[in-house]
C-alpha cells in the first residue's frame, strides 16, 4: 500500500524566511497530493493540494511542486509570518478506488518574530 | 454553508466501557472518511462510506470498532470495551464524490480511556 514520508520534524525560521517541506511518496498510482494545516487542538485545514497533472501550483505565498518520476512533492511557504507557526501535514491518496488519504508524519514550523 | 460536526468533542471513558462517536458531514457529500490521531501523529485511516455503504474498513484496528452511516448522512464510530491504547483524537471527513476530491475535517473528539 501506499506510504508517505515527511521532513523535516520540526523547522524553525525567522519571519519574512521561506519554508520547505518534503515528502515523498510509495504508489506510482497516487494521484492527488493535498497539504494541511493543523493548529494545536483544532481540526486540519486544506491549503493547497495538486494532482498528478500538473507539476506545481501557487496560491499567494504558498506553492506545490510535484516530481511524479522521482514520487516526491514539497510545499514552499515564502515570507514566513507567525501565523504560519503550525503542523503541517502533507498526504497522497491511496488510488484503489476508493480515495483515502495517506498522511506523512507532520512538520512543526516554527516561525518567529 | 456549515462545515462538518464532530459531537463529543471530548470523552472520558473507564476502561472496557463502550462509546460512540457522532459526525455530521456537509450536506450533500457523498463520502465520509474516518482517522484516527494518536497524539503527534498523522491522521490514519479507519475506515470510509460511500453514502450508506461502508465500501472499506481496512484501518479499523479490532472487531471492537464499528462504524455506520445508515441514511448516507450522519455516521457513527463506536467502540466497545474501549483499552488505553483507543485513546486518540478521531477525526471525521467529507467529500464531495468518490473522488479524488478535498475531505473537510471535523475539530475531533478526543477520546481518553482510563
Known amino acids: 500500500g501506499e506510504n508517505v514520508e515527511q521532513h523535516p520534524s520540526t523547522l524553525s525560521v525567522q519571519e519574512g524566511d521561506s519554508a520547505v517541506i518534503k515528502c515523498t511518496y510509495s504508489?506510482?498510482?497516487?494521484?492527488?497530493f493535498p497539504w494541511y494545516k493543523q493548529e494545536l487542538g483544532k481540526r486540519p485545514q486544506l491549503i493547497i493540494d495538486i494532482r498528478s497533472n500538473v507539476g506545481e501550483k501557487k496560491d499567494q505565498r504558498i506553492a506545490v511542486t510535484l516530481n511524479k518520476t522521482a514520487k516526491h512533492f514539497s510545499l514552499h511557504i515564502t515570507e514566513t509570518q507567525p501565523e504560519d507557526s503550525a503542523v503541517y501535514f502533507c498526504a497522497a491518496n491511496a488510488n484503489t478506488g476508493f480515495q483515502k488519504l495517506v498522511f506523512g508524519t507532520g512538520t512543526r514550523l516554527l516561525v518567529s518574530p | 454553508g456549515a462545515g462538518v460536526s464532530q459531537s463529543p468533542r471530548y470523552k472520558v471513558a473507564k476502561r472496557g466501557q463502550d462509546v460512540a462517536l457522532r459526525c455530521d458531514p456537509i450536506s450533500g457529500h457523498v463520502s465520509l472518511f474516518w482517522y484516527q490521531q494518536a497524539l503527534g501523529q498523522g491522521p490514519e485511516f479507519l475506515t470510509y462510506?460511500?453514502?450508506?455503504?461502508?465500501?472499506?474498513k481496512s484501518g479499523l484496528p479490532s472487531d471492537r470498532f464499528f462504524a455506520e452511516r445508515p441514511e448516507g448522512s450522519v455516521s457513527t464510530l463506536k467502540i466497545q470495551r474501549t483499552q488505553q491504547e483507543d485513546s486518540a483524537v478521531y477525526l471525521c471527513?467529507?467529500?464531495?464524490?468518490?473522488?479524488?476530491?478535498?475531505?473537510?475535517f471535523g475539530p475531533g473528539t478526543r477520546l481518553t480511556v482510563t
Open positions: 504508489d506510482s498510482a497516487s494521484n492527488y
Open positions: 462510506f460511500q453514502n450508506e455503504a461502508q465500501l472499506d
Open positions: 471527513a467529507s467529500s464531495y464524490g468518490d473522488g479524488p476530491y478535498e475531505q473537510y
